[in-house]
């Protein structure tokens, strides 16, 4: 499926109503791999999101409740999915969008209701008419691939542009990702390098990787093995498994880094655990071949 790494806007606020409160920011978004909200006590997004609406907020109430949220992921008390999309569901009903869009991604990926693509769509698609540059993009990749909507490219491309301008690294790395699928078409491999940096400075973890991938193939730019490697271990220590597999592959072929098989492994490893199947397929070959060996 079109792309095979790509970030989305995942808002996990709902856990048991009698433990936490849902405090809202209009500033905060967080961009992460959709993996992720199937482990609701991932630490580190804890974390981002208390130390990020903590300090907006301002507010003691507000700290505290994020503390107390904290320390129930920490704990791994992981949140009643199914009542968080009923929440969502409530939410976005009452005409709050961004919810909309929070529940479409679930909807997609099948966290806490049943996967449903149609809905997904349905809901990326209200999301994106009330402004949201994020379910634009979103609602884009979804024509690109024709994941719940028939596949369009031109409107795929349209609803790209348009989120990209808007200011979505979501929209900017889908567009990167249509013109380099397209095989360098729509603007060239150059248009798609500069995409992907955008997006992967406005913290889009993938689109570090795919830039990578260019830096490693001379695509749009001069090709640098050191600027790949960094970019794919930029990828993987921003939550991106499909960087990691790529900086294994780096560190397998000393490309860009001093050759380590050992390293390798342990990255092939984390994108494997991460769901990047390259990843698993790398670490399969390297433990058929320990096994080898040790005939």
């Known amino acids: 499926m079109f792309p095979s790494r790509r970030a989305v806007k995942l808002i996990l606020l709902a856990v048991p109503l009698c433990a936490l409160l ?10 992460t791999e959709a993996h992720w909200l199937n482990n609701a006590g991932y630490p580190a997004a804890a974390g981002n999101f208390f130390n990020f ?33 009923s929440l969502y569901s409530q939410s976005c009903d009452g005409g709050n969008e961004a919810d909309c869009l929070t529940l479409g991604t679930m ?12 809905m997904t769509a349905i809901l990326f698609s209200r999301a994106c008419d009330s402004g949201d540059q994020d379910g634009c993009g979103d609602l884009g990749i979804l024509y690109a691939d024709g994941t719940g909507v ?24 889908g567009l990167g ?49 050191y600027w790949a490697a960094t970019l794919y271990s930029r990828a993987c220590n921003s939550g991106d498994p499909g960087g990691c597999g790529s900086l294994g592959a ?4 000393g490309f860009g880094v001093n050759q380590d098989f050992s390293r390798a492994k342990e990255l092939y490893s984390k994108a494997c655990d991460g769901g990047d199947d390259d990843g698993c397929s790398n670490l399969d070959d390297v433990l058929r071949q320990e096994h080898e060996d040790e005939k």
């Open 107 to 118: 909807y997609e990926y099948g966290v806490g209701v049943a996967t449903n693509y149609a």
């Open 250 to 253: 780096a560190y397998a072929e």
């Open 22 to 31: 849902l405090i809202e920011t209009q500033s905060f978004v967080i961009d």
């Open 177 to 225: 990702d249509l013109i380099v699928e397209a095989q360098g078409a729509g603007g060239g491999y150059a248009r798609a390098a500069t995409l992907y940096y955008n997006a992967c400075n406005s913290g889009d973890a993938a689109a570090c990787g795919s830039l990578g991938d260019l830096y490693a193939e001379g695509q749009g730019v001069v090709q640098n093995p």
């Open 53 to 85: 609406a903590c300090s907006v907020g301002s507010n003691s109430d507000a700290c505290f409740w994020l503390r107390l949220r904290r320390e129930v992921l920490s704990k791994k008390q992981v949140a009643d999915l199914s009542n968080a999309a």
């Open 150 to 173: 028939p596949q369009d490219g031109p409107r795929a491309m349209t609803l790209l542009t348009t989120a990209c301008s808007g200011g979505s690294a979501i929209g900017c790395k």
